[in-house]
């Protein structure tokens, strides 16, 4: 008789919950698109796609709830205590229930926007929650093996999704582009985890801390390979050429989904590996990451100011924030750390919403792309202009929104552990984005408007994302640490960042 | 330094093997002497090939073979839990249901939406 390993299937619990839901909806849209009429109801693609969004939003909601409770617990429970795969902590679970947020509102946000591009089909929001669960595999992994299983379950979903508009050539590009230079970078992070095994002798990040030589160089060789592979995937300059094409030519509410959610993932499974594995390299480290963040800076915010398409401009301007998250990776300290996960919640919030906007303007097939087509539209459509004009804001890091906290905490760790001149160059390319953030509410508030047929009304979905969005980005800008809520209270976001980092410290 | 010297001996070892491999093939070759037909077919004895090997494949061969690829998965998980079934007792029974339940719901939506339809 072999003994069962003594696994603990409550570890998974959130991510076989989504997985569960992905699984749910493949079999429903099958079983809907044979019926005529459910429960009295005429079964058309509309509704097909509204009851599939109604399965994904559940199951995602589930999720938040699961992973919240998981996070109020605290403590850490490993799946298999022989072989420690995947850990469910108090990082892992905030994490998590931060990824399920974003995909629930990712969900909400394109039940209209697949209709009006006629894409409408099901496996749509199954594939979203396929990749979900890939990204919550990745930040609860605790081993090499484990990253990278998450990392692939995380890619593949989204290469679809990119070329989610088949008919449309840009989309297919983007699909076909990303997907070749993102299984480029799952190469490359293989063979430096290959390395790195190679050094220590195992797989897990235990392993890799006990083992870890810091004087061999095929460690150095290994640990400059994974830190590529996750480069290309949160789009670090020089390995950042790919994300604007790729927005671009994703539908917009696909950009939207995986401009956010990729990045929470990647950057809170890179905490994990600096604060669990590479904790003896964190010296030569610092060095990588200052010289990576402050060319991202620089380089995003600069291409940023020549853009004459939205879509480009935010995939610049979503360059330029993984330049300002690195910064709590090159502080190394708690404070930086817990900086970047309040920063990451804050831009879930003002980015989502931005695509939000543009995704709510899409009109019978075509997305509204161009930066001019923004122009008067605080004269047609009042609500949104307001609604754009405050996230553009608070991408701009004006006091008052999330984006202003989120820089502010991220600058004063900088300080803290005396990274000077990356929060001098940090500030003067703040100011420089400044220029092409406001350059979309100027025309909004101050032009004519064009002859440019918008969609005149809101989805509901939409508008919730929207409102979601708008008053989340005002209540973590304005009391990061009382967020006002009607059903559970005043909450502490700042708190929660606190103690979701704090594990790595010891506390 | 001793291990500067590994890490140039990885790299050297890794450019060689694949040079020497090619070399090797060329000079270990045999090639056809004769341009004669029969020693350039494909298939020196056996089938006679119908036409040139280059040539547009319809795209339903590579969902035949996509779903070929999920069952060829699930005979590499089955072949070593069939020989361990006795010693795993029966929890295993109930894992390999979850596994094999799972890619039977992909079989099915793959059956539903006529991926094996051959029109």
């Known amino acids: 008789m072999i003994p069962a390993p003594d696994l603990n299937l409550s570890v998974l619990l959130p991510i076989i919950l989504v997985a569960i839901g992905s699984m749910t909806i493949l079999m429903g849209e099958v079983l809907l698109s044979r019926a005529d009429t459910v429960l009295g109801r005429e079964v058309t693609e509309s509704f097909i796609g509204t009851v599939l969004a109604g399965t994904a939003i559940f199951f995602f909601a589930l999720t938040l709830w699961a992973s919240g409770v998981a996070f109020a617990g605290g403590g850490v429970q490993v799946f298999n ?34 209709s009006e591009l006629r894409i409408n089909h099901g496996e749509y929001y199954a594939l979203i929650m396929l990749s979900a669960s890939g990204m919550m595999l990745m930040v609860a992994a605790v081993d090499l093996i484990a990253v990278f299983l998450g990392l692939e379950l995380m890619s593949i979903p989204i290469y679809v999704l990119a070329g989610f508009d088949r008919r449309k050539l840009r989309s297919n590009e983007s ?13 490359i992070l293989l ?14 990040f235990e392993a890799l801390r006990a083992g870890f030589d810091a004087d061999n160089p095929m460690a150095l060789v290994g640990l400059g390979l994974v830190v590529v592979g996750f480069a290309f995937k949160i789009s670090m300059v020089p390995f950042h050429q790919w994300t604007p094409d790729v927005y671009e030519g994703a539908p917009s509410a696909v950009t939207a989904y995986m401009s956010v959610t990729v990045k929470v993932a990647a950057f809170a499974t890179l ?44 995939a ?26 309040f920063y990451l919640i804050a831009y879930t919030f003002m980015n989502l919403g931005a695509f939000g906007v543009v995704v709510a303007l899409a009109n019978r097939g075509n997305d509204c792309e161009r930066i001019a087509s923004f122009a008067g539209l605080a004269r047609t459509r009042p609500g949104l202009a307001a609604v754009m004009a405050l996230f553009m804001l608070s991408l701009a890091g004006i006091p008052g929104t999330a984006g202003f906290m989120g820089k502010f905490k991220i600058f004063m760790a900088a300080v803290n552990s005396g990274d000077i001149w990356l929060l001098i160059i940090g500030v003067l390319m703040s100011v420089v984005s400044v220029y092409y953030y406001l350059r979309i509410p100027v025309l909004m508030y101050m032009r004519e408007p064009e002859d440019e047929s918008h969609r005149t009304e809101i989805a509901s979905g939409e508008g919730a994302v929207l409102v979601v969005c708008a008053l989340a980005v005002l209540a973590l800008g304005l009391f990061p640490n009382r967020v006002p809520t009607l059903l559970f209270g005043d909450l502490d976001v700042l708190d929660w960042a606190n103690r979701s980092v704090g594990m790595f410290f010891g506390g | 330094m001793d291990q500067w010297v590994a890490a140039a001996g990885f790299v050297a070892v890794a450019i060689i093997v694949p040079v020497s491999m090619l070399v090797g093939a060329k000079l270990l070759a045999v090639t056809a002497k004769s341009s004669s037909k029969l020693k350039t077919m494909t298939y020196e004895c056996g089938e006679e090939p119908e036409g040139g090997a280059w040539l547009q494949f319809h795209p339903r061969y590579y969902l035949v073979a996509l779903i070929f690829v999920l069952f060829d ?47």
């Open chain 1, 316 to 341: 610049y301007s979503s360059i330029a924030h993984a330049g300002y998250l690195m910064i709590g990776l090159v502080t190394g300290t708690i404070e930086g750390y817990s900086a970047m996960i």
């Open chain 2, 73 to 119: 998965i699930e005979a590499v998980f089955l072949f070593p839990w069939a020989l361990a079934i006795e010693e795993l007792g029966g929890l295993a029974i109930v894992d390999m249901l979850i596994f094999v339940l799972v890619l039977l719901l992909g079989w099915g939506y793959a059956l539903r939406k006529g991926a094996l339809k051959w029109q």
């Open chain 1, 191 to 204: 063979y430096g985890m290959a390395l790195l095994y190679g050094v220590s002798g195992g797989t897990s």
């Open chain 1, 175 to 187: 699909a076909l582009k990303y997907f070749l230079i993102g299984s480029f970078a799952s190469a």
């Open chain 1, 81 to 114: 205590p022989d072989n420690p795969m995947y850990q469910l902590d108090p990082f892992s679970s905030f994490v998590t229930a931060v990824l399920a947020l974003s995909a629930l509102l990712s969900c909400a946000l394109s039940i209209t926007y697949l």
């Open chain 1, 271 to 314: 905490i994990r590996l600096l604060a669990m594995a590479f904790g003896p390299l964190e010296a030569s480290l610092e060095t990588i990451f200052w010289v990576l963040s402050a060319l991202t800076i620089v380089v995003g915010n600069i291409m940023a100011i020549i853009q004459e398409n939205v879509k480009r401009m935010l």
